[in-house]
């Protein structure tokens, strides 16, 4: 598990205010959940997956419950759902740290973050296609070009368990042929061998099977509308029908955004689904549900790739030098902050020559400097930073006088 210092950290705020503007100008609000919930919420995920049986951070409590940290944000929200009935369409929004016990790798964490939106309570096709374009629309506002969007359906629950064994039927046939691994994995969940990128399999799951030859023609038609509504926003996708999601809950459109600059293993910068059981399984009503979840720490990696959303630079308005002991800059600093500039000082009673280098350091527009003649005449010494005239001016128009600095210094940087 990692730090997250300055200045990555002021990005990751940014990336989670950007993610915000986008979606809460769809209408999706805030939920915060908790980070560790009964382990019974989770397991709702899929009791076939990885998620659920190798990757939960699970422990019993002291008061003998069975909880864990969650490793997503998808059933916690429906399980809300379930508890506080909201109107629906229900349209909810979260960002937050979620925990896995994978391999730690570049692109993969054992702590890692989410933004997400999940939208319950209305089934149409449409709304599958609204919560993608909002997805695609962030990675636009974060200026990512190499993203390639995927996406599939799998159908109704009977077409998928229909499908389930025909893949299982399909991938038995190979017998020895296929990886021990694959073969492990088609006893669980046959569905999970179409995503083996290993080499003794890779015909197998070339000839598998396509989800397509089992859609029932509602399932089909569904389809058909997400693809018409997204073919309408102009947002270009590659229909992939062996596109396998790592949960269980999904049915109908599932979707992935590939980041094209990241290794393959890693490049799911985010996806999602529906997952219309889901809030039933949890002792809600019958509840159709959509949603997504966008990997935070890959889609910076892919930033970083593509040279956009760099880290924002740290500066302050302004850094005292105080000569006379260090009162004096308490003292203005206080006053500066309270007037809603940012301030920030040398301690220790440095010499002159080291509180301006930190001056320097802190990138502030102007230093403000009291020696023992200001102090006597009530003035400060004000100096911009990056060219100009210092000058003296009285304490008591120094908060005034900065402003109008700095609103000049803005408009010229502008
Ligand atoms: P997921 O595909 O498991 O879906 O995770 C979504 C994204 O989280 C991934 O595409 C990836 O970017 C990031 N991610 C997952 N695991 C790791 C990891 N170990 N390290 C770094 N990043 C990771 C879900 O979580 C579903 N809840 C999405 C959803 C919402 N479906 C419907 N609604």
């Known amino acids: 598990m990692r730090d997250i210092l300055a200045p990555e950290s002021a990005r990751w705020r940014r990336f989670t205010q950007v993610f915000a503007d986008v979606v809460e100008g769809a209408g999706y609000r805030q939920i915060i959940s908790p980070i560790m919930e009964d382990l019974g919420v989770f397991t709702r995920i899929g009791e076939a997956t990885d998620v659920v049986t190798k990757e939960m951070y699970d422990f019993v409590d002291k008061g003998g419950r069975h909880v864990a940290l969650r490793p997503e944000l998808t059933a916690s929200v429906c399980r809300a759902f379930v508890e506080h009935r909201p109107v629906t369409p229900w349209k909810a929004w979260y960002s937050g740290s979620q925990f896995r016990y994978e391999k730690p790798q570049r692109g993969r964490y054992r702590q890692f973050d989410q933004v997400g939106i999940e939208a319950l309570g209305a089934d149409d096709p449409y709304l599958d296609v609204e919560v993608i374009a909002l ?6 506002r974060l200026g990512l070009q190499q993203v390639r969007l995927l996406v599939n359906s799998l159908g109704e629950p009977d077409d998928r368990a229909r499908y389930v064994e025909a893949l299982r039927a399909h991938f038995a046939a190979a017998g020895d042929q296929l990886s021990e691994q694959s073969r492990v994995t088609l006893t669980k969940n046959p569905l999970r061998v179409l995503d083996s990128k290993r080499r003794e399999d890779t015909t197998f799951v070339a000839s598998a099977p396509t989800i397509d030859e089992f859609w029932s023609d509602a399932a089909a038609a569904h389809f058909e509308a997400v693809r018409d509504g997204l073919v309408a926003l102009d947002i270009p996708f590659t229909v992939e029908l062996k ?7 999904y049915r109908h459109t599932t979707f992935e955004f590939q980041g094209l ?8 910068l985010g996806g999602g689904g529906r997952y219309d ?5 949890l002792g809600g009503p019958p509840t159709a549900g959509i949603g997504f979840a966008l990997g935070l720490d890959r889609t910076l990696l892919a930033c970083d790739d593509e040279g956009t959303f760099p880290a924002p630079g740290a500066t302050v308005d302004a850094f005292v030098v105080d000569t006379t002991g260090g009162r004096e800059a308490l003292v203005i600093t206080a006053e500066l902050r309270a007037a809603g500039l940012s301030a920030d000082r040398a301690y220790e009673q440095r010499s002159m020559k080291a509180q301006m280098k930190a001056a320097d350091r802190s990138d502030a527009a102007l230093s403000i400097i009291v020696g023992t003649d200001e102090l006597a005449a009530g003035t400060v010494t004000v100096r911009p930073m990056r060219g100009g005239e210092q000058s003296a001016v009285a304490r008591a128009d120094m908060v005034t006088t900065i402003q109008h600095l700095l609103s000049i210094h803005q408009n010229t940087e502008a």
């Open 261 to 268: 600059t990241l290794d393959s293993a890693q490049n799911a």
């Open 135 to 140: 997805g695609w629309e962030f990675y636009r």
């Open 277 to 281: 059981g889901l809030v039933e399984s």
């Open 243 to 249: 596109l396998v999601r790592g949960l269980d809950y």
